[in-house]
């Protein structure tokens, strides 16, 4: 199944990775992950720095699936208002789950210090627009909440939003913590790393067909009969996790993006802040190093492919009609559109961790619409769990929470 449809921006900005790799020959290996997207990306470079043996597979051109469609925003603040989070899972969880999601960001950044490279990682504040009256007093309670929960928060009446932005919405949440970054080059920037440095095997157009558990571990069978022996597998496939599931456990969303031709900086907005709202579906917008602007949302439910193909072009003009009437001074005028598919669960937290029954077989899934953030930290806590450290996230993010 595509993971997107229409050309994304990053793909058509960077040199493909060119690298066709498949596995041919049985291998033995300690750790498999599966998908070369940004959590895989991350979950090799966790496990390369702790000296866990471990091979990448993907049915595809490596990173050539959700994260090729990724708008690439990095905010502490989860799909799910704070305070409704709260409802859902308890206060101390939904303030757990914030402030990992605050950490994340600069592990994130950190990750790429130490292998020497830039993704075009770059802080940025964030601001969250309130879309109308209901909006401003849910804002009202959601700084109420972060300020008790000691996150980073600001609250900006309607003048002062009007005056950062030049736009009239009635209120805003604002925190300087954020950041974006090329999401297909950070995928790919780490696992070239490690590649080169000889502490990772990748094999690309590789489907694992079939799989079978062992006293030891598991083995993994390819389309073309090729054998992988090892003692855990990672399944980091993005929504196409939930293959590897005996049931569902998660809500297929499909988003639709779009990109400007690059602009005079004059055009952009103050410090290039993400920016988003408080509607559902929400708009959401950021701007890129060689002066674009990229607007997404109209997201939907998922039903399959040749459907959300055949709503791009109708999701663009609108998301281009909203950002006009937001932005009408800015000359924007989309160069391509495209759309991709993410996963979402019921209560808004992801699913990190190994499912009952399962035992050496780990997930990563259900981001909404933070990715990158989820996956640092899915990255980090499988990491733990295969070395066997303790890592209290583990239960905050676990299969098993909802029975607590």
Known sequence: MDLHSGMPFWVVLNPLYN?????????????????????????????????????????????????????????????????????????????????????????????????????????VPTYLLASDRSGKKLLEKEFNARKNAGLPVEYLEQDLV????????????????????????????????????????????????????????????????????????????????????????????TTFAIVSHPLDEKHLWKNRALIWETKEPYLYMRTTNDNRIIVGGEDEDFNNPDKRDKSLRKKAAILEKKFKKMFPEIPFVTDMSWAGTFSATAGGLPYIGTYPNKPNMYFALGYGGNGITFSMIAAQVIGNLITGKADPRAELFGFDRSKR
């Open 162 to 253: 009007k005056s950062d932005l030049g736009i009239d919405a009635k209120a805003a949440l604002y925190n300087d913590t954020s950041a974006q970054l090329d999401c297909y080059k950070g995928a790919t920037y780490i696992l070239d790393h490690y590649l080169q440095k000889k502490e990772l095997q990748l094999f690309s157009h590789t489907l694992i067909e079939d799989y079978v558990e062992t006293q030891s571990g598991y083995e993994l069978v390819t389309e073309h009969g090729s054998k992988i022996t090892c003692k855990n597998v990672v399944i980091a496939a993005g929504y196409e996790a939930g293959e590897f599931l005996p049931k569902k456990v998660m809500d297929l969303l």
């Open 19 to 123: 690298y066709f790799n498949p596995l041919k020959n049985n291998i033995e290996t300690h750790t498999v992950i599966i998908g070369s997207g940004i959590t895989g990306a991350l979950v090799a470079h966790t496990l390369c720095t702790l000296g866990v043996k471990c091979v990448v597979v993907d049915k595809r051109t490596i990173g050539t699936g959700s994260t090729a469609a990724s708008t690439a925003q990095l905010q502490y603040e989860i799909d799910v208002p704070l305070i409704d989070l709260i409802e859902k899972v308890g206060e101390k969880q939904a303030v757990d789950a914030y402030k990992c999601c605050l950490q994340s960001i600069t592990d994130v950044e950190n990750v790429f210090k130490s292998i020497g490279k830039n993704p075009d990682f770059e802080r």
